[in-house]
């Protein structure tokens, strides 16, 4: 057995954590960046704490995004970079502050369709504080950036992006409304399912992933339905900062490697991809692995994470396809056609998907068939 686990250098959880972030910032520079989303009003006395420049991202990043943050970095000499927002901040805080310092263009070092050129100086100071329950982008080695004309959603990756601090505090998510709780929620489970089944599991994150598909059992359908519940929403935070760890140590699978390209052709929040695609992409990994490897280890996996969402000792893997599924409508999660998916995008998608990235650490091999029937149940 060998693997390895990397994360953020230090992580701090807890409720009103938050106030200590101007002084965390502050220990790492001078002159700060602050990287927000379109809307900061709830969190506009903590951007004032923090005596910064700031930087909008307006929804998910994109190269040509990132290029004018890094030249906004450079201009103002900012010697640190901090995101308070959800994980399209948080992704483009850390693609900014790596390629202020790596200089060039960001499609030069990204994966897929960039040169994919290693980055090799250390990135500015990076300290994320997430305000959605969701990516777990705070503890990752990636920034995931929109090409427009390449129409995907492909990675800029390097261990130097680790955050150097990953502040998670769960009342920065109180304010949530319930669809972005549901998206962002959904995509936190996603996040544990697959790494949890993925060909490059280890016992460590095992353990981070069970945790966390136990919590969001309990809170997810909670906290869409009553934002007060402080319980449900720290058990959702938690779980979203455990699929960051468990992702960016064991990979993903079918559901990202769909959101890739379907998050690069059309104006979709990634959470809301991914939930859409989730039931769909486990029964299919659960019918390929039923009909040529039965003796697969994930297809055992598939049922653990089953008796977890149910609670019921007996529950079957197809019994946790069911419960996801169940979820998704209760929460009213809608088709990829509602963001304007079209039978005649389903074949590029589909192409275009079995080359994404995420797809590599999929517990097996999907033909191009069953990868047209995953989009084709989620369309």
């Known amino acids: 057995m060998r693997f390895e686990f990397a994360t953020a250098t230090r992580i701090v959880f807890g409720e009103g954590a938050a106030s200590t972030l101007p002084e965390l910032v502050r220990s790492f520079g001078a002159r700060p960046l602050a990287v927000t989303g379109a809307s900061t009003k709830r969190l506009k006395w903590l951007i004032s704490a923090l005596e910064a420049k700031t930087f909008a991202v307006p929804g998910e990043p994109t190269v040509d995004l990132v290029r004018e943050g890094a030249q906004r970095a450079q201009k103002a000499s900012c010697d640190v970079v901090v995101s308070v927002g959800g994980g399209s901040a948080i992704d483009a805080g850390k693609a900014i502050a790596i390629i202020a310092t790596n200089g060039g263009e960001p499609l030069d070092f990204l994966e897929v369709v960039g040169k994919g050129r290693a980055l090799v100086n250390p990135p500015l100071p990076f300290i994320a504080a997430p305000t959605t329950a969701g990516t777990g982008s705070e503890v990752t080695r990636n920034a995931v950036l929109g090409v427009a004309k390449h129409g995907i959603k492909a990675s800029l990756r390097s261990p130097l992006m680790l955050p150097r601090v990953a502040l998670v505090d769960p009342e920065l998510t109180y304010a949530l409304p319930p669809a972005v709780t549901a998206f962002t929620g959904l995509d936190a489970l996603t996040q544990l399912i697959e790494p949890y089944v993925s060909s490059r599991a280890n016992p460590l994150v095992d353990a981070i992933c069970l945790d966390g598909i136990g919590r969001v059992s309990g809170a997810l359908h909670r906290a869409c339905h009553d934002a007060a519940d402080r319980d449900a929403r720290?058990?959702?935070?938690?779980?979203?900062?455990?699929?960051?760890?468990?992702?960016?140590?064991?990979?993903?699978?079918?559901?990202?490697?769909?959101?890739?390209?379907?998050?690069?052709?059309?104006?979709?929040?990634?959470?809301?991809?991914?939930?859409?695609?989730?039931?769909?992409?486990?029964?299919?990994?659960?019918?390929?692995?039923?009909?040529?490897?039965?003796?697969?280890?994930?297809?055992?996996?598939y049922a653990v994470i089953a008796r977890l969402l149910t609670r019921r000792n007996d529950a079957s893997a197809e019994d946790g396809v069911d419960w996801v599924r169940t979820l998704c409508d209760e929460l009213h999660v809608p088709a990829l056609r509602a963001w304007g998916v079209s039978e005649a995008d389903v074949p590029g998608i589909v192409e275009k998907a079995a080359r994404a990235s995420s797809m590599q650490a999929n517990p097996l091999s999907l033909t191009s068939e069953e990868l047209l029937a995953v989009i084709t149940a989620a369309r």
Not at 271 to 283: N, S
Request: hydrophobic residues 50%; proline residues 7%.
């Open 234 to 301: 720290r058990d959702m935070a938690l779980a979203s900062l455990f699929g960051g760890l468990a992702l960016a140590n064991s990979g993903l699978g079918v559901v990202h490697g769909f959101a890739a390209p379907l998050g690069g052709s059309f104006q979709a929040p990634h959470g809301a991809l991914c939930a859409a695609l989730l039931p769909h992409g486990m029964a299919a990994n659960l019918a390929a692995l039923r009909a040529r490897e039965p003796q697969h280890p994930a297809l055992e996996r």
